[in-house]
């Protein structure tokens, strides 16, 4: 049986998925006004789906600063 990699090569290949997914992730939690939690929910399979629903359906963290701003 032939062997299929090494394990380091999947823990490489792990990371830099979950890298280019995470940073992402964060820049959207934050704009929206969420933290680490929200950030960590967006780079998950399966869970990003309900973070994503509910970045669409839920009010914000920010909402009502920006609502105060552009009332100026």
């Known amino acids: 049986m032939k062997e299929q990699g090494s394990p380091l ?3 490489i290949m792990v990371s830099v ?3 280019f997914n995470l940073v992402p992730a964060i820049r959207i939690a934050r704009k929206a006004g969420y933290g680490w939690g929200m950030a960590i929910a967006l780079s998950i399979p399966g ?3 309900l973070a994503f629903w509910s970045l669409a359906f839920f009010k914000w963290p ?4 920006l609502k105060h701003v552009r009332r100026d």
């Open 9 to 11: 090569t999947l823990i």
């Open 17 to 19: 998925i979950l890298f």
């Open 47 to 49: 869970v990003s789906l």
């Open 62 to 65: 920010n909402e009502d600063l």
